[in-house]
């Protein structure tokens, strides 16, 4: 054996692994005799032992073993010997075989070994390793007998590790961006106040204290719904999905708030899931993401409407400060009074005119002509509101009832009313007179 | 109408108001509007507080929301 592979053999290592097969299913080592498990390698000369011993396997030229055997019994040393460890190295030569199982060799500088993972794992794993990127592979040292090759099986590859993790991430980032899921023109603004808060997160977590608290100080009119989900580990994805859905069935809420507190990279990964990810940009109302992570942003953060870097912050930015509403709706409400007052104002200037008009035609004592013009000008109309806004004026209207605001709209002999504060004056036009300013209307 | 579309109407009205001479007509109509918009907001804003629930989906799939405490 080569203690040192020069490159050209793990190429070609490589290549061979395509055409390996899983050895368990090989009808070789279906018939075979399996020595028991503790026998220790023994020194060369002690197997040419006297014939007292001849009938053991393998001690006597008589009862030499097939290479089958031997094969197969340092695997079964060598896996009972070992637990499974992590390793360290490049990969190099991986295959992907169309049953799912990946082969490829994992090296260094000095040393190389086989490693094939069967479908079952390589589907957990988030990506293929690629040529020349290193992995830290949980794997069981085995032996391939059709070779006679160690072998290493690996069972996980570490997700945390930044090369597999970023590759599986840029992976899903590019196609879902290519589909425009991450687009700016899909986000939707977060509403003024949200009557309901639904908050997609484990109904155990920090996270949805923190929300919980920050919303019933803020706004404490605001409800919260929690769907509980899982967030971290194997069915996060589904729970989360599922969660998600049970808000946009249910139809209620405003605005989702979609997170979890801090957490390792992988206990983050079910916010990099492709159904979570499409699950949120598909809800029907705006999504927060909150997942607690000053590093790394999340797809799910991508996806969202907005996002937050932790729970509470999300929450801060779903619900505003009922204090400011109400001090902006006041503040609306006096500006309207102000506004409905100057609107009078300049509305009781146009109309005096006409109302002196009115007036004469209304009455030709001196005395009542004075009386119909305070009531015109110092009353408004006790219907509307305004009345108490305007003290001032009288409205006057035509025989259809449209208002009058200018003294062209009037001809002598028209009749007109003019509404006060207690009844109205039926009266018809004797001559009108214009006072020479341009009337807007 | 939302909370919201109320406040956007109100400020509408406000600034219609404040910006331009109009029909006594129109203008009473659009304080009546607003003073209606602004009783709703109010309204609004003096709810009750809410308690925190949970979304649970009953085995006959009827999504229910129940009191978190209860």
Same mark, same amino acid.
């Given at each position: 054996?080569?203690?040192?592979?020069?490159?050209?053999?793990?190429?070609?290592?490589?290549?061979?692994?395509?055409?390996?097969?899983?050895?368990?299913?090989?009808?070789?080592?279906?018939?075979?005799?399996?020595?028991?498990?503790?026998? +220790?390698?023994?020194?060369?000369?002690?197997?040419?032992?006297?014939?007292?011993?001849?009938?053991?396997?393998?001690?006597?030229?008589?009862?030499?073993?097939?290479?089958?055997?031997?094969?197969?019994?340092?695997?079964?040393?060598?896996?009972?010997?070992?637990?499974?460890?992590?390793?360290?190295?490049?990969?190099?030569?991986?295959?992907? *075989?169309?049953?799912? *199982?990946?082969?490829?060799?994992?090296?260094?500088?000095?040393?190389?070994?086989?490693?094939?993972?069967?479908?079952?794992?390589?589907?957990?794993?988030?990506?293929?390793?690629?040529?020349?990127?290193?992995?830290?592979?949980?794997?069981?040292?085995?032996?391939?007998?059709?070779?006679?090759?160690?072998?290493?099986?690996?069972?996980?590859?570490?997700?945390?590790?930044?090369?597999?993790?970023?590759?599986?991430?840029?992976?899903?980032?590019?196609?879902?961006?290519?589909?425009?899921?991450?687009?700016?023109?899909?986000?939707?603004?977060?509403?003024m106040l949200?009557?309901?808060?639904?908050?997609?997160?484990?109904?155990?977590?920090?996270?949805?204290?923190?929300?919980?608290?920050?919303?019933?100080?803020?706004?404490?009119?605001?409800?919260?719904?929690?769907?509980?989900?899982?967030?971290?580990?194997?069915?996060?994805?589904?729970?989360?999905?599922? +969660?998600?859905?049970?808000?946009?069935?249910?139809?209620?809420?405003?605005?989702?708030?979609?997170?979890?507190?801090?957490?390792?990279?992988?206990?983050?990964?079910?916010?990099?899931?492709?159904?979570?990810?499409?699950?949120?940009?598909?809800?029907?109302?705006?999504?927060?993401?909150?997942?607690? *992570?000053?590093?790394?942003?999340?797809?799910?953060?991508?996806?969202?409407?907005?996002?937050?870097?932790?729970?509470?912050?999300?929450?801060?930015?779903?619900?505003?400060?009922?204090?400011d509403l109400v001090r902006h709706v006041r503040r609306l409400g006096a500006d309207l009074r102000d506004a409905a007052m100057a609107q009078v104002e300049s509305a009781r200037?146009?109309?005096?005119?006409?109302?002196?008009?009115?007036?004469?035609?209304?009455?030709?004592?001196?005395?009542?002509?004075?009386?119909?013009?305070?009531?015109?000008?110092?009353?408004l109309h006790?219907l509307s509101p305004l009345a108490t806004l305007a003290r001032g004026?009288?409205?006057?209207?035509?025989?259809?009832?449209?208002?009058?605001?200018?003294?062209?709209?009037?001809?002598?002999?028209?009749?007109?009313?003019?509404?006060?504060?207690?009844?109205?004056?039926?009266?018809?036009?004797?001559?009108?007179?214009?006072?020479?300013?341009?009337?807007?209307? | 109408m939302s909370f919201e579309k109320k406040v956007q109407r109100l400020e509408e009205i406000v600034r219609a108001l404040e910006s331009k001479d109009m029909s006594l007509e129109k203008g009473l109509k659009l304080f009546e509007e607003g003073i209606a918009c602004l009783r709703d907001a109010s309204t609004e804003l003096s709810?009750?507080?809410?308690?925190?629930?949970?979304?649970?989906?009953?085995?006959?799939?009827?999504?229910?929301?129940?009191?978190?405490?209860?």
């Amino acid at each position: 054996m080569n203690s040192r592979p020069a490159r050209p053999a793990a190429r070609s290592g490589g290549r061979q692994g395509g055409t390996q097969g899983e050895p368990d299913t090989l009808a070789l080592f279906d018939d075979l005799e399996v020595p028991p498990a503790p026998v +220790a390698p023994r020194p060369e000369g002690r197997a040419r032992r006297p014939a007292a011993r001849s009938d053991e396997p393998g001690l006597s030229p008589e009862s030499a073993i097939s290479v089958a055997t031997l094969t197969l019994a340092t695997r079964d040393i060598i896996e009972g010997a070992v637990e499974p460890l992590w390793v360290r190295g490049e990969v190099v030569g991986l295959k992907e *075989h169309r049953s799912g *199982h990946w082969y490829f060799t994992l090296k260094d500088e000095n040393a190389q070994i086989r490693c094939v993972m069967w479908a079952s794992d390589a589907r957990r794993a988030l990506a293929a390793p690629d040529e020349g990127m290193t992995i830290i592979a949980l794997g069981k040292l085995t032996v391939f007998p059709a070779r006679g090759e160690l072998q290493l099986r690996v069972l996980r590859i570490d997700s945390s590790g930044d090369g597999l993790w970023r590759k599986a991430f840029e992976k899903l980032r590019k196609k879902l961006e290519a589909e425009g899921l991450f687009a700016a023109e899909r986000k939707r603004p977060i509403p003024m106040l949200p009557a309901c808060v639904a908050v997609v997160t484990s109904a155990d977590g920090a996270a949805l204290h923190d929300i919980v608290s920050v919303v019933s100080r803020r706004c404490p009119i605001t409800q919260v719904v929690v769907a509980h989900a899982q967030v971290q580990g194997e069915d996060a994805p589904k729970s989360l999905v599922k +969660a998600l859905h049970r808000v946009a069935r249910w139809g209620k809420a405003d605005v989702v708030i979609l997170g979890r507190g801090g957490g390792s990279r992988e206990d983050l990964w079910a916010f990099n899931d492709e159904r979570v990810v499409r699950a949120a940009a598909g809800m029907p109302v705006p999504v927060i993401s909150a997942v607690g *992570h000053e590093v790394d942003v999340t797809l799910c953060d991508l996806a969202a409407d907005l996002r937050a870097a932790t729970p509470s912050a999300a929450a801060e930015a779903a619900v505003p400060r009922l204090s400011d509403l109400v001090r902006h709706v006041r503040r609306l409400g006096a500006d309207l009074r102000d506004a409905a007052m100057a609107q009078v104002e300049s509305a009781r200037e146009r109309l005096a005119d006409v109302g002196v008009a009115v007036a004469r035609a209304a009455s030709h004592p001196i005395e009542r002509r004075r009386l119909a013009l305070e009531g015109i000008a110092g009353r408004l109309h006790a219907l509307s509101p305004l009345a108490t806004l305007a003290r001032g004026y009288a409205v006057i209207t035509d025989g259809e009832g449209a208002p009058v605001t200018s003294v062209t709209a009037v001809k002598p002999g028209d009749a007109i009313v003019a509404r006060l504060r207690d009844g109205s004056i039926h009266a018809r036009t004797e001559r009108t007179e214009s006072s020479g300013e341009e009337v807007n209307e | 109408m939302s909370f919201e579309k109320k406040v956007q109407r109100l400020e509408e009205i406000v600034r219609a108001l404040e910006s331009k001479d109009m029909s006594l007509e129109k203008g009473l109509k659009l304080f009546e509007e607003g003073i209606a918009c602004l009783r709703d907001a109010s309204t609004e804003l003096s709810k009750a507080e809410a308690a925190v629930q949970v979304l649970r989906e009953r085995t006959d799939g009827i999504l229910e929301a129940t009191d978190l405490r209860a």
